[in-house]
């Protein structure tokens, strides 16, 4: 049984990084309160980008300033 649970993850770690890559549409929905939907509104605005901007490049700020740890 171990032996079988191990075949079938070494046959997944095989797949290359471009088939786990486009497992990911690049899309999710994220529910948020009303004021803070509102806030990132007025930032997007007044730095002259789309929300979908503003919010992608915050998180990737996030994200890089976490993985640096």
């Not at 994220?30 to 980008?49: C, N, T």
């Not at 929300?51 to 990737?60: G, I, M, P, R, Y």
Request: glycine share 4%.
């Amino acid at each position: 049984m171990a032996a079988s649970r191990r075949k079938a993850k070494s046959k997944a770690s095989r797949k290359s990084s471009s088939e786990q890559y486009m497992k990911y549409s690049g899309k999710f929905t994220v529910r948020l309160p009303r004021s803070l939907h509102q806030a990132l509104v007025v930032r997007a605005e007044k730095e002259g980008v789309s929300l979908n901007l503003f919010v992608t490049n915050a998180l990737s700020r996030t994200v890089a300033i976490a993985g640096k740890r």
